[in-house]
């Protein structure tokens, strides 16, 4: 029988959280069998908002990891900390030291300071709402514009993967492979935009669908999910691809955040 190590992992910050979510969840990736109680406390920015979170802890110990730029409260945070015997880990302090050391300068302690009302900003904004308006073959005539189209059976994550490549400010489209309906014309004609087909695996997709379909609360009969017609479905696409010469993309097992690295690296391929 296999056991679970369960520990309170306790996340402090100053600002969104988004950081230490991140480095807490690719730390614990690297251990089996273990499952972290996440405690989550964001914008703390406070003595008083301080205080409540180190009952907090003090109630449940476990390790801290935090992200907090005013001294005063890291100070309190650590010395606290220590006293009731809970690591602690400022999480962009070493990359933060280590760029000071390089550059020569003091670094600014500026709260949220990835954070900024600016024009990279609104212009990431824009991506995403781009991605949402040009998702599942919406608005063809406008897909020259885009940066790069996903083109895949259905099931395949094109979604969450243009709307993750738009956080990253690329102007991303998808376009699904319908049975019987050709892809619009603007892929395939003079000056079309870079194309990515997404490849997987038929029983892979079968998985999905199935597992879809129940989501749904509806029986697995009919087309969409049988294993002939999904090979088929697979068949057609892999020739389309190769025909195109479409550069692909396995998503079998893949996770939405390493296809978008694999679209990235193609993108900035297709640049040079």
Known sequence: ???????????????????LNAV????????DNIAPLEHNYYLVRSPKQLERVLREIESAPGVVLYTITDEHLRARLEERCRELG???????????????RYLGLQSAHKVAGQYHLD?????????????????????????READVVLVGVSRTSKTPTCVYLGNRGVKAANVPL?????????????NAPLVV??????????????????????TPDGTYADEENVQQE???????????????????????????????????????
């Open 234 to 272: 697979i068949t057609n696409a892999n020739r389309l691809f190769a025909r195109m010469k479409w550069p692909t993309i396995d998503v079998s097992r893949r996770s939405v955040e390493e296809t978008a690295a694999a679209i990235l690296n193609i993108i900035q391929e297709h640049e040079r």
């Open 1 to 19: 029988m296999t056991y679970e190590t369960y520990f309170n992992v306790h996340l402090v910050s100053d600002s969104t959280g988004e950081t």
């Open 86 to 100: 809970s690591p602690t880990l400022a999480v962009i302090d070493p990359a933060v030291n280590m760029l000071s």
């Open 24 to 31: 807490m969840r690719a730390a614990c990736a690297q251990f």
């Open 119 to 143: 024009a990279e900003y609104f212009a990431r904004i824009e991506t995403i709402n781009f991605a949402l308006q040009h998702d599942d073959g919406q608005h063809t005539e406008r897909l």
């Open 178 to 190: 319908v049975p019987g309906v050709d892809v619009p014309e603007i892929l395939t004609g003079p």
């Open 197 to 218: 087909g997404l490849k997987i695996s038929p029983d892979r997709l079968v998985q999905i669908r199935r597992h879809r379909l129940l989501s749904l609360n509806e």
